[in-house]
């Protein structure tokens, strides 16, 4: 069993940066992947980024590249996610999740049916 808890959403204005952490508990030394994604009212959730626990792979949705910046303390057993730029179009329910299971192929890390645990969630929403 792992166990994750976000933190660090609220309100900013559209432009600003919000930073997320997620701390992982459990069976923390079988992490092979935490990815972040989120859900906006009304619609599908979708995948924000990945990163591979043991190695420097990141992975990010087209929507964030190059205002998203996932970053992974393995010692504290947490993974951030540095968002820069924010635009209203980002405000949802940012979700944790993590894998046990190796990911052979880079989509694995977008398809959240790969995740065995999800964190509860924590709301963002930016101001236009």
């Known amino acids: 069993q792992v166990q994750l808890v976000e933190s660090g959403g609220g309100l900013v204005q559209a432009g600003g940066s919000l930073r997320l952490s997620c701390a992982a508990s459990g069976r923390t030394f079988s992490l092979y992947a935490m990815g972040w994604f989120r859900q906006a009212p009304g619609k599908e959730r979708e995948f924000v980024g990945a990163?591979?626990?043991?190695?420097?792979?990141?992975y990010y949705a087209d929507s964030v590249k190059g205002r998203f910046t996932i970053y992974r303390d393995t010692a504290k057993n947490t993974v951030s996610l540095q968002m820069n730029n924010l635009e209203p179009e980002d405000t949802a329910v940012y979700y944790c999740?993590?894998?046990?299971?190796?990911?052979?192929?880079?989509?694995?890390?977008?398809?959240?049916?790969?995740?065995?645990?999800w964190g509860q969630g924590t709301q963002v929403t930016v101001s236009s």
């Open positions: 990163i591979r626990w043991s190695g420097f792979n990141t």
């Open positions: 999740a993590a894998s046990l299971n190796t990911f052979y192929f880079a989509n694995y890390y977008s398809d959240g049916s790969r995740y065995d645990y």
